[in-house]
């Protein structure tokens, strides 16, 4: 089976699947493999899984169904990362959103951080596939009929466009952007460091008091 498929195999045998984080009667919630966020996880939905984004939410009653999964891993997502950085976010930090022209052919929605600078993000494409409105974003569902999105020939050139991160024009130098990307990483991941550092310099402390003997 190509990897174009490898979440039918999922659907088939959810414990065969890495990163398994949840699953019931409609959907699988899994961690990403390729995470271009620091926190990146899916939603597999069990139902219309062979259907583009754009086709399985024309229906208003099937969105309604997958958005109690959608509030769910939104807050895994946001425990995930206070659980391990130091730096604040919120739900505004969170990108829901589908491929309009998605690379794995079952369908799923992304449901991450939106600091797009994990190692894995690697290229344009990659940036552009998330910073771009080739990501459909989850309240934009059900799609307008004249949505250009519609066409994945459309869809297609957006990944080609400018690299633009913080308001900041990359053009096509990707190099650049992930210089640029890769020092919000170091500065997210360091103060995650500093702080373990000083919980276990704390804890040192506490086991020093208790330990010590009494006058
Ligand atoms: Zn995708």
Redesign the pocket.
């Known amino acids: 089976m190509s990897f174009r498929y490898v979440f039918a195999k999922y659907l088939k045998d959810p414990q065969s699947c890495p990163g398994l984080l949840f699953e019931d009667e409609n959907v699988l919630i899994i961690e990403d493999m390729y995470p271009k966020s620091l926190v990146h996880y899916?939603i597999i939905p069990k139902e219309n899984t062979s259907k583009t984004p754009q086709e399985a939410f024309k229906d208003e009653q099937f969105i309604a169904k997958i958005q109690k999964y959608v509030d769910k891993a939104s807050e895994m997502v946001l425990s995930k990362w206070s659980a391990s950085y130091e730096t604040p976010i919120s739900k505004q930090n969170i990108i829901v959103c589908?491929?309009s022209v998605?690379?794995?052919a079952n369908l799923?929605i992304?449901v991450m951080t939106d600091d797009l600078c994990s190692n894995r993000l690697k290229n344009k494409k990659h940036y552009n596939?998330f910073a771009t409105p080739f990501a459909i974003k989850w309240t934009e569902f059900p799609l307008a009929a004249d949505d250009p999105r519609h066409s994945p020939e459309h869809c297609n050139l957006l990944l080609k466009g400018d690299l633009i991160h913080n308001g900041i024009n990359y053009r096509s130098s990707f190099r650049r952007l992930r210089q640029e990307l890769d020092r919000k990483r170091d500065t997210i991941v360091t103060n995650r460091k500093r702080r373990a550092a000083q919980d276990e310099e704390s804890g040192r402390k506490k086991a020093n008091t208790l330990t010590s003997p009494p006058h």
């Open positions: 899916l589908c491929h998605p690379s794995l799923h992304h596939s």
